[in-house]
């Protein structure tokens, strides 16, 4: 049997070792996976999205990411990747989150954003 088969088996039959070591949360958590630690981080942060996580789990996913050579522009896309799984108010209340993880003022650009939907030039 191919080894992800067996680990898929494994996890149907709740194999408390195999669980154990895929929920671990360590560093080596990753290498299981067979993933790069990039595009690890970007699934996992796919996933506190979906989940509605806290800010303080994207602030940590995404430091991660960003540690395992991800640009700011691809902790986005991971959020528009989501957004149609994750829904509106998700993706809105992980837009916020996530701009405070990459160091986007998002509250200074708001103040600058009129009603009309356009950014004031004077600011």
Do not use: F, N
Not at 74 to 98: K, M, S, W
Request: contains cysteine; hydrophobic residues 55%; charged residues 25%.
């Amino acid at each position: 049997m191919d080894e992800r088969e067996d680990m898929l088996r494994s996890l149907v039959l709740h194999d408390d070792g195999i669980v154990a070591s895929i929920l671990a949360e360590d560093a080596d958590t990753w290498r299981l996976s067979r993933l790069d630690a990039k595009t690890h981080a970007l699934v996992r942060l796919g996933a506190l999205i979906a989940l509605d996580a806290p800010v303080v789990s994207y602030q940590s996913c995404v430091a991660l990411a960003l540690a395992a050579g991800a640009t700011a522009d691809a902790v986005v896309d991971a959020l528009i990747a989501v957004a149609p799984i994750a829904g509106e108010a998700r993706t809105a209340a992980a837009a916020a989150g996530l701009a405070l993880a990459i160091g986007y003022d998002i509250d200074a650009a708001l103040e600058t954003y009129d009603a009309r939907g356009s950014v004031d030039q004077d600011h």
